[in-house]
């Protein structure tokens, strides 16, 4: 995205993505966009020259994107990670490697927020689990392109490609799992939130 890009945002656009999709879904109550936000640049907004700057960096990646990504708590509409062109070379493989590791560290990161630990549905538990061992994976795959002393061969880059794709399909199944378990809950939390009469003056 060219916003992200002119603002010099360290956090790349796929991860901006599953950043907002985990938070978007966290349990956590007190999880805010603006704070999710600001987590892309470590902590603080870019400086701006103008509140109209302002208001167009929230207008794309608030109204704009993080409602798109609500729409995935519905099972109708499920969620699915970028999809491109992947050049069957030791460089290729690891960048795919890596976009996907680095989405699935968005997608933690959003869902925990500023906690170490949350409280989460077992189904939410369970995909979490599944998450953590193809991110591990992921890595492993990342560590071995990264050795020059280690051969790939162009059969086995593709045989990479191809189980990190399948990967891909699990990593989607995951998360859109851990996205409609954890909605429900934070449904039925806010439905038994007590509530107070205000006096009325």
């Known amino acids: ?11 790349p656009f796929h991860e901006v993505r599953t950043r907002f999709l985990g938070n978007i879904a966290s349990p956590v109550m007190a999880a805010s966009p603006l704070e999710t936000l600001k987590q892309l640049w470590g902590g603080e907004l870019p400086e ?14 608030i109204a704009g994107l993080w409602n798109r990504l609500a729409e995935h708590q519905s099972s109708r509409n499920p969620f699915r990670l970028i999809r491109f062109e992947v050049a069957q070379t030791r460089e290729g493989v690891k960048h795919l490697a890596l976009v996907r590791r680095q989405e699935l560290d968005g997608f933690v990161e959003g869902l925990f927020g500023p906690e170490k630990h949350i409280n989460l549905p077992e189904r939410a538990h369970k995909a979490l689990g599944v998450l953590a061992e193809i991110r591990a994976m992921l890595a492993g ?31 989607e199944t995951e ?15 806010l439905e038994q939130i007590p509530a107070t009469k205000p006096t009325l003056h």
């Open 1 to 11: 995205m060219a916003l992200l890009a002119r603002y010099q945002c360290p956090t």
């Open 141 to 171: 795959v990342i560590n071995l392109l990264d050795d020059s002393s280690k051969p790939a061969e162009p059969d086995d880059l593709k045989d990479m490609v191809r189980n990190i794709q399948k990967l891909t399909i699990i990593v």
């Open 48 to 61: 701006f020259d103008s509140m109209e700057a302002v208001n167009e960096l929230l207008n794309a990646l």
């Open 175 to 189: 998360m859109n799992t851990a996205i409609l378990s954890c909605t429900r809950a934070r449904r039925q939390l």
